[in-house]
């Protein structure tokens, strides 16, 4: 696995990058070689967060968490990511390899798996062009997490969402 370790508003310690890699391998068996881990730390005032974002064969596995110090942090996230991955393993494992998932997890452990995915709702959305901010300031009036629209810029369909830091993101898709 090809990991990159990040800091922002710090610059990670080589142990902090020793202790990551030694997580990480525990990850790294239900990926193998080809994956890409990217280990972000971020020093806020009262905690320190970390969040991993791991991609292989397409997927896409994410997590995020906050603690006190960054070990900790990061701790917490790789059992994030582990219990994504048992979450979701039937899934996870058709992406995967066949079988490599009930080879690595313990078996004393329950898993409570999820049921197929239902759609309870479908609604249709008129995109009309516009810009970034127009999207944002229509999100917020609607008091939503995101809002989808056509880039008036890009003439393409983008998404803007609200962030857990009190930002917002904007997706825009790559074919």
Same mark, same amino acid.
């Given at each position: 696995?090809?990991?990159t370790?990040?800091?922002?508003?710090?610059?990670p310690?080589?142990?902090?990058?020793?202790?990551?890699?030694?997580?990480?391998?525990?990850?790294?068996?239900?990926?193998?070689?080809?994956?890409?881990?990217?280990?972000?730390?971020?020093? #806020?005032?009262?905690?320190?967060?970390?969040?991993?974002?791991?991609?292989?064969?397409?997927?896409?596995?994410?997590?995020?968490?906050?603690?006190?110090?960054?070990?900790?942090?990061? =701790?917490?996230?790789?059992?994030? !990511?582990?219990?994504?991955?048992?979450?979701?393993?039937?899934?996870? #494992?058709?992406?995967?390899?066949?079988?490599?998932? =009930?080879?690595?997890?313990?078996? =004393?452990?329950?898993?409570?798996?999820?049921? =197929?995915?239902?759609?309870?709702?479908?609604?249709?959305?008129?995109?009309? *062009?516009?810009?970034?901010?127009?999207?944002? !300031?229509?999100?917020?009036?609607?008091?939503?997490?995101?809002?989808?629209?056509?880039n008036?810029?890009?003439?393409?369909?983008?998404v803007?969402?609200?962030?857990?830091?009190?930002?917002?993101?904007?997706? #825009? *898709?790559?074919?």
């Open positions: 696995m090809k990991i370790i990040l800091g922002r508003k710090c610059s310690r080589e142990s902090f990058k020793a202790h990551a890699e030694k997580k990480l391998a525990k990850v790294e068996r239900f990926f193998g070689d080809d994956a890409e881990a990217k280990v972000t730390a971020t020093v #806020e005032k009262s905690s320190q967060t970390v969040e991993i974002t791991i991609v292989n064969s397409g997927m896409i596995f994410r997590a995020q968490e906050r603690a006190e110090n960054m070990n900790e942090a990061l =701790d917490k996230c790789v059992d994030s !990511l582990v219990r994504q991955i048992r979450k979701n393993k039937t899934r996870v #494992e058709k992406k995967l390899r066949n079988g490599v998932i =009930d080879d690595l997890l313990p078996a =004393d452990e329950p898993i409570a798996e999820e049921e =197929d995915f239902e759609v309870v709702r479908t609604k249709t959305v008129q995109l009309k *062009p516009q810009s970034v901010e127009e999207a944002i !300031l229509q999100m917020n009036l609607l008091d939503h997490q995101f809002y989808v629209f056509l008036a810029e890009t003439n393409a369909v983008n803007v969402y609200k962030r857990s830091d009190s930002g917002y993101g904007l997706i #825009e *898709p790559e074919i």
